[in-house]
Nanobody, 117 residues
Framework: QLQLVESGGGLVQPGGSLRLSCAASGFTLDAYGIGWFRQAPGKERGGVSCISSSGGTTNYVDSVKGRFTISRDNAKNTVYLQMNSLRPEDTAVYYC??????????WGQGTQVTVSS
């Protein structure tokens, strides 16, 4: 079954850190640019960060620049999102998928990130 599985979410206090993982099953990620997306309650899903297939190019939305770092290990078929200095407004379900819309897999269940004291 060709799918992406997100993990690593949880409950963390403001200022804390989490590392999310995006693992591919049934296919290899190394040919694809991969993005992390998030959806907060009552809001549409939006992009957070993305990384090129080689890992040489990364991009971030302004709200997470300097706090989040995307990386990939193609040998492990996994993409990561290191999230530091978390804020309550980062609370959302986080998803990963291909950057190119036409290449995307069905959205998975995501991983819940809750930032609260």
């Amino acid at each position: 079954q060709l799918q992406l599985v997100e993990s690593g979410g949880g409950l963390v206090q403001p200022g804390g850190s989490l590392r999310l993982s995006c693992a591919a099953s049934g296919f290899t990620l190394d040919a694809y640019g991969i993005g992390w997306f998030r959806q907060a309650p009552g809001k549409e899903r939006g992009g957070v960060s993305c990384i090129s297939s080689s890992g040489g190019t990364t991009n971030y939305v302004d709200s997470v620049k300097g706090r989040f770092t995307i990386s990939r290990d193609n040998a492990k078929n996994t993409v990561y999102l290191q999230m530091n200095s978390l804020r309550p407004e980062d609370t959302a379900v986080y998803y990963c998928n291909m950057v190119v819309t036409q290449s995307r897999r069905p959205w998975g269940q995501g991983t819940q990130v809750t930032v609260s004291s």
